[in-house]
């Protein structure tokens, strides 16, 4: 509502009414615009894991004489549990879980020692060196399979955990992960712990992890998800059933019940859930591990 102000000739002025701002009104459409993106990217995404929970609780056959719709056809609950027990997935995701254990722990454990050395300690060849290590994340499994094959049969680790562990005790993503984050931390912080009396195990594990714990953390889900997720070792390295892990599993389990596909896929769902329980636990972790140093303030 205009205000009328009197002035010394006699006129009066209205003040102007206070309408909505330009800016904001964009700004608005702006976020509105970026949900609606958001949200169609989201359905992109989610989609296909609606498609695999809808096609693993329908009956196989009469989900095909439906015509394959986008709805549940014969819902068949039980298909979760015939999974996990007739199929033997739970056998295969236990020996899964032990494999992945021993990987995450000594790429940890090694990664964190080389990041240490590559980034604090100086000695010959050092750029040489990590160069090198850097170069072998060009090397895909199969340039090595053969002759890691050959090793483990040699001394007899085949259908083992250490067989299914030892080629992948050590990461060179995770040195160079860590080490970026070691490289970081202030100089002057690690010449103040070694007047201390701070060696470099104590400097290591009191003050340089501590510090990059969100790197650290990242790296581990990284780790877990790429041992969890290992075919073309286990595939190789084992020849009895009782030894395959979960993905090999999931191959055997579709080719074996070809007339029973829910079962198969059902089985994908429950080999996937200590994947998305990990990744939701750890989601703050991954940004921030990911994204540290990006940003110089």
Not at 5 to 13: A, E, K, M, Q, R
Not at 45 to 62: E, G, H, K, N, W
Not at 134 to 152: K, R, S
Not at 177 to 182: C, K, P
């Given at each position: ?164 562990s030892v080629p992948f005790l050590a990461s060179a993503f995770g040195i160079f992960l860590i080490r970026q984050g070691f490289l970081g931390i202030p100089r002057d912080l690690r010449d103040a712990a070694t ?103």
């Amino acid at each position: 509502m205009a205000t009328d102000v009197t002035t010394l000739d006699g006129s009066s002025d209205a003040a102007p009414v206070a309408g909505p701002r330009p800016g904001r009104a964009r700004s608005r459409w702006a976020a509105a615009g970026w949900y609606l993106v958001l949200t169609l990217l989201s359905v992109i995404v989610l989609f296909p894991v609606y498609m695999l929970l809808l096609r693993a609780i329908s009956d196989p056959l009469a989900y095909v004489a439906e015509g394959q719709p986008l709805h549940p056809v014969a819902v068949e609950w039980d298909a979760f549990t015939n999974a996990f027990t007739e199929a033997s997935l739970g056998r295969s995701m236990a020996l899964s879980f032990v494999v992945t254990l021993v990987i995450v722990v000594a790429q940890l454990l090694t990664s964190v020692l080389a990041a240490y050395a590559f980034a604090f300690l100086e000695f010959p060849f050092k750029r040489v060196l990590f160069a090198v290590v850097i170069a072998t994340l060009l090397l895909p499994i199969e340039v090595t399979l053969v002759a890691n094959l050959q090793t483990v049969r040699d001394i007899g680790l085949l259908n083992s955990v250490p067989g299914l562990s030892v080629p992948f005790l050590a990461s060179a993503f995770g040195i160079f992960l860590i080490r970026q984050g070691f490289l970081g931390i202030p100089r002057d912080l690690r010449d103040a712990a070694t007047l201390d009396g701070y060696g470099h195990l104590r400097f290591l594990f009191r003050v340089a992890v501590p510090l990059t714990r969100p790197i650290i953390g990242s790296f581990v889900v990284i780790s877990f998800l790429g041992a969890w997720n290992q075919y073309v070792w286990p595939r190789f390295a084992t020849t009895e059933d009782s030894w395959q892990t979960v993905q090999v599993a999931l191959r055997s389990i579709a080719n074996d019940r070809v007339d029973q596909l829910n079962i198969g896929f059902a089985a994908a769902v429950i080999a996937a859930l200590p994947l998305v329980v990990l990744l939701i636990l750890f989601q703050r972790q991954i940004v921030r591990g990911l994204t540290a140093g990006a940003v110089k303030g």
